[in-house]
């Protein structure tokens, strides 16, 4: 979806999506959809992992065209229907010059069109009532409202809490809150997923996510 991923889980009736990518990207779900003999308002619910341009771009055009309700972190809400956000804090050295270009030169950085929230989540949401087996978690750290998805007790989605662009590390350059990230780390890590999807980046398994929390955790 441009240079973050979206995922689709199956649910009962229709499709849940995960994050709407950057602007101008409907025509992407839609292909993807049709592959299931499918259609824009077959989706009936789709889950923000967090409110950065790259995980919103889009929403506003598929929210618009497909009619499903969207959901998004309480910490988040005001922040998607306002339509600006700050670009987050670096954590390493680059992503530190790319942060403080972003928000003092180039302030358009992080805006996206408003949009409505229909559903706001705190801790917990259970996503039985969609017909899946799989719940939502509160994971603050890249941002105060992140959230991640885990299904069947196996798969999760992480949305920028992991992000798999570096060979040895899912350590995300970009986070507000390091202390919490790790926090939502070690909350994930009880889950013994097996599998992880990003917001950016292939998906990895849970190697790798040891790895990288042997890293910083020791650290
Ligand atoms: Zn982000
Ligand atoms: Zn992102």
Known sequence: MGKSNSYLIKAKDGFILVDAGMPGKTERVIKVLR???A???DIKLIIITHVHNDHVGS??????KSNASVLVHEKEKNILEKGYNKFPDGTMFFSRMIS???????FSQDQFIPVEVDIIIK???DLLDYGVDGRILHTPGH???????IIEEKFCLTGDTL???FPNSVYPPFANDEEKLIESWKKLRENNCIKYYPGHGKDFGLKKFDKTIEKHIKK
């Open 35 to 37: 592959e299931y003999d």
């Open 39 to 41: 259609e824009l308002n």
């Open 59 to 64: 929403l506003y055009d598929i929210k618009r």
């Open 100 to 106: 403080s270009l972003a928000n003092n030169v180039f």
């Open 123 to 125: 801790d917990e949401f």
């Open 143 to 149: 941002t105060e409202g992140s959230v991640s998805i």
């Open 163 to 165: 992000f798999n662009m």
